[in-house]
Structure formats: structure tokens, C-alpha cells
């Protein structure tokens, strides 16, 4: 059994990628426990998820940057907290909250990074007519999307793809690159 690395995920929407995430940590070889999971969105379909595999959940609804960092940082010091796990957290954290918490902040994007950075990924992607997309996991900066990358896996774009069909591969493909990201960091 290694010695577990304490996680808190910050998510604000469906928490496909915390479900894959908490199953992966259930595994004794997996480098991290999840202890904690903050939403800023009261509607998370991922606070359930935490929930049902009885993790602490922090709602931390959204009223300035400033008054949701302040209070992420109380709970993330209260649960020791050493990594961070962005997973379609849709707040950009400030440089203040990157100095402040001093350990390591991920996330995971839709695109092959540098390309592609913020909303709407997959229907640009698609107009851009690149032959290949991907998911990108790379160190939290206080620029969008753009810190170092840890990992990226690519996909090939099919002819007929559509959004749908694209975001639905992609997220299959970044439930598993997340974990070997955290594997490869803490190896
Ligand atoms: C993912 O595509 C992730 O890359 C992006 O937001 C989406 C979150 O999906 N940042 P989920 O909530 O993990 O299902």
C-alpha cells in the first residue's frame, strides 16, 4: 500500500472524470486518496457521486473569486490537503490562491493544449478541421489553460464526428489519462 497522496477535487458540473477518479483511488497502488470534493455549483451531479462513496463535499457557492478562495483554502488546510484535482471546475483560480495553498494544482482539458484553451473546445476543434484531438492534464497556472503539460492522449477525428460524439470519446479518454497523469506525478 503506498503512502496516499490527500486530494481535494474542485468540480462544478457532471463529475464523470471524480467518479473515475474516486475509482481509480479506491485501489491500494493509486498514489491518492480523495478526502474532500468542493463545488461551487449547488446542482453538481458530482456531489452525489462523493456522497454515495461517503467523501466529504464542500458547496461553496460562487459570490466574488475572492470570498470562494478564502473559504476553499480554510477547508483545504483543515483536510491537509496536497493536491489539487481540477475536474470541469469552471472558475480560473487566481495567482493569489496558486501561492496560498503552495502544493500542487492539476487540471484536465478537452483539447491537445497549447490548442484550443477555454469553452466550446470540441465544436472548434470540429471547424478547425484538425485530423486529431485529444485531452490534455497540465499544472494550474494563473493563465487559462495554460501551465505545464504533465500528459496528453490523442484521438483520431472521424469523418462523420460530431460534437456528441467527440465530447463522449474524449471523456472516455480523459478518465483514463488522468490517472496515469497522477500515476506518472507521484511515481
Ligand atoms: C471535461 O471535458 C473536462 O476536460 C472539462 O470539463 C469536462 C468535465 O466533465 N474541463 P465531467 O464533469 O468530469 O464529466
Redo the contacts with the bound molecule.
Sequence with gaps: MVNKVSTCVF?????????ALIKNSRSDNFPIKIVLVISNNPKS??LKIAKKYKINTKLIEYKSNKNFENLALLELKKNNIRLIC?????KVLSGSFIKKFSYTII????SLLPKFKGLN?HKRVLKSKDKYSG?TIHYVSPILDAGQIILQKKILIKKNETEKTL?KK??LL?HKAYAEAIISLFK
Design positions: 468540480i462544478s458540473g457532471n463529475g464523470s472524470n471524480l467518479n451531479k458530482g481540477l475536474a470541469g471546475f469552471m487540471n484536465i482539458h478537452p473546445t485531452c465530447k474524449i471523456l480523459e
